[in-house]
């Protein structure tokens, strides 16, 4: 009955994260002993003193429907937060809270974005930037970079990709899935270029801002002539270990923000009572109470590092935040290793799965077709025998 579906279903792409997790539990359930590497999820606990938050809402009989747009607690919550990591001034009136950073941005997509208008997206890109765009009926356009680079994009680049139809763009640091963080001079010389396009929207994603490994997340609307037209979307999910509790926010100009709370009124109406008034404990505690899970991925961090660099054919850089490596496999494109062509980064992320049964994400999906994303967000001995699995296969 597939011709019964809207044009609109029928064009959006599988999130090839959750697509490749999907694969990996039914290869599990068959019996075969999976190492998931795919998904961008802590595997720590949620400390004790959110969890310990959210029992005090329940026996406080938090239990009925939310504003729309959030807690007034949490919302100054997140404005002192804003102020406190990141210089930034918002006030209650400015914070959307919503069921996750994904229904952040696809708000401000829907409440910013037209039939026909272009999206920047510089690549790598999370994966489900351009499918919010094309939900819009929107066209995104991709700016390139690689490895040699650290997977960013030159105001040269961003200049040249510029139409009188380009409405927004997506920046992500840090980096989903290279784990790249631009530094203020490089996003300053980016807002240079924007400077003479006034009718750009930004929208800066920094969901992965506190898990940054000495090179200190810079927050895009800290530049004066960008910050009423850049939206700054965050949560709780990763630095916090909260993924399922699915509370995100944003921070935007008033009229955006209000825009974003009417279109959420028709959705989904507010998040879950219990989740925010969590949230405002997670927010009101100082960063050093989440610093042990950051120097633990580090750790992880230079763990995978050093093994893969024993893997000959695959490229690597540093990267300086969230918990992913983003290697180029295109030195084994063309060849054919345990009966399987690899003409491309899928191929090669599918034979992972199959021969080392290791669940990583093919880099297409991110508009890297020369890598795989590989998180360390895994215990360091599923680490350890994951690799140990690759280079057996690949050797």
């Known amino acids: 009955m597939s011709q019964q579906l809207s044009d609109r279903i029928q064009s959006l792409p599988v999130s090839a994260t959750l697509a490749m997790a999907a694969k990996a539990r039914e290869l599990k359930q068959q019996g075969k002993d999976i190492i998931g590497l795919s998904l961008g999820e802590p595997d720590f606990n949620t400390p004790e003193f959110i969890k310990e938050a959210a029992i005090k809402a329940v026996q406080e009989n938090y239990n009925s429907y939310t504003p729309v747009d959030g807690y007034q607690e949490l919302k100054e919550a997140v404005c002192t937060k804003f102020k406190r ?22 708000n401000i997509a829907q409440v910013l974005l037209n039939p026909g208008d272009e999206v920047l997206l510089p690549a790598p890109y999370w994966v489900s930037y351009s499918a919010i765009a094309l939900l819009c009926e929107a066209k995104f ?13 030159t105001p040269e680049q961003l200049e ?44 800066s994603d920094e969901i992965y801002e506190h898990i940054n490994y000495g090179a200190k997340n810079f927050s895009f609307a800290r530049i004066r002539s960008m910050y009423d037209r850049t939206i700054t979307v965050n949560g709780v999910a990763k630095a916090f270990a909260m993924t399922g509790w699915r509370i995100g926010y944003i921070g935007a100009p008033e009229w955006i923000a209000k825009s974003c709370t009417k279109m959420q009124g028709q959705i989904t109406s ?20 989440i610093q042990y899970m950051v120097t633990e991925f580090k750790k992880r961090r230079d763990i995978i590092l050093g093994l893969l660099k024993e893997i000959d054919g695959l490229k690597l850089n540093t990267p300086k935040g969230a918990f992913y490596v983003f290697p180029d496999v295109s030195a084994f494109f063309g060849k054919t290793i345990k009966g399987h062509k690899i003409n491309n980064a899928s191929d090669f992320s599918m034979l992972l799965l199959e021969e080392a049964n290791v669940a990583t994400v093919t880099g297409e999906a991110f508009g890297a077709p020369n890598c795989i994303r590989i998180s360390y967000a895994a215990s360091e001995e599923n680490i350890r025998t994951a690799i140990v699995r690759i280079k057996e296969v690949l050797s």
């Open 85 to 106: 990591d990141n210089n930034l001034d918002y006030t209650p009136n400015q914070i959307v809270v919503s069921t996750g950073a994904k229904q952040s941005i696809a």
């Open 270 to 289: 507010g998040a879950n009572c219990i989740a925010q008034r969590a949230t405002i404990t997670a927010l009101e505690a100082p960063v050093s109470e």
């Open 141 to 153: 356009v991709e700016i390139p970079s690689s490895i040699d680079t650290n997977f960013k994009i």
């Open 160 to 203: 040249a990709a510029i139409t009188p139809k380009t409405k927004m763009i997506f920046f992500n640091s840090p980096n989903n899935p290279s784990g790249t963080i631009y530094t203020e001079k490089e996003y300053r010389a980016l807002a240079a270029v924007l400077e003479n396009y006034p009718n750009i929207y930004i929208l």
